[in-house]
């Protein structure tokens, strides 16, 4: 198997390429610039490539609208306060029931912020991605290989169920490099009969719309839309985890790769304690988390932020267990020995 050392971010947009994408719109933002200068450099080479620089998020995020309208297989990325210029347009898209890929690779904020690595727009994407009842899955890779396997993930998602996916990365995992596979990384061609590409009086015209004036129709096209969220619920999540471990690790993206090497450090040391790393963020794990905790005296929440994924966790155990948090945020990464100090902490507290 050949393996290639990248930059997650290259890794991003190579896995894009591979996977059939044919259109990217996007507009440069600290730290996911190597995403759209890859894609500058390489998607016009392929057959029928196009790369456009946006004159701004906003732009590029309608211009998504309009490509996956077409039913061409496309992607754009930013990070966080991009994210929220797009965040209007998401909502269309959703609206038209249109796929394509978004990739956020996080920074610290509120505002400007910082350019450092941030987990801080958890709630974002979970929760307020766009306005109306609707949701997007969200992937959380914590390696440069998966950036490669859930780039192929999320425009499979998109596809099948016809919506927008995330990846919801971060500026550490974009900027760090190494060795990733691209072997059998390939997906097939997607059915398009239902975009707005040109009929040739050969089908019905199709309409790409997200404006619906009589309210029964318009409910009637959420709940469908949110039978297929079901679907996804059930068919999509994704989790690696310990079993049988007392003291329970929650952390997703680059902290879960922290938080393993603590993890390790407590085991060595004798303590019971292992990791829950999700890999889905929306849907989120519960019924394996709620495995992972089967033993578990208490959980411990650890992200790059002011504790964001707590909730989730606290609701999907049904607030049956403790749920801790230790985190760092402005831009910080939280290092094995800080979490080790809270693992140990909860070792002493429970054997209290």
Known sequence: MEKILMKGNEACAEAAIRAGCK?????????QNEITAYMSKHLPKIDGGVFVQA????????MIYGCAGSGSRCMTSSSSPG???KSEGISYIVGADLPCVIVNVQRGGPGLGTIQPSQADYWQATKAIGHGDMRI?????ASAQEMVD?????????EEYRTPVMILADGL??????????????????????????HANSRPKNTINSLYLDPLELEQKIKERFKRYEQI?????????DKGAKIVVAAYGSTARVARSAVDKARAEGINAGLFRPQTLWPFPKKQLIEATENAKVVLVTEMSMGQMVDDVKMSLEFKLPVQFFGRTGGFVPNPDEILTKIKELEVSDNA
């Open 233 to 241: 619920t059930e068919k999509e999540v994704g989790a690696v985890y």
């Open 173 to 198: 995992l974009g900027q760090m490099m190494e060795p990733v596979s691209f072997d059998n990384k390939s997906l097939p061609e997607a059915d398009s009969s239902w975009a707005a590409n040109g």
């Open 83 to 85: 994210i929220s210029l």
């Open 23 to 31: 259109c990217y719109f996007g507009y440069p933002i600290t730290p």
């Open 137 to 141: 899955p969200i992937l959380a890779p």
């Open 150 to 158: 859930m780039t192929l993930k999320a425009f499979r998602i998109a």
């Open 55 to 62: 004159e701004s998020e906003i732009g590029a995020i309608n």
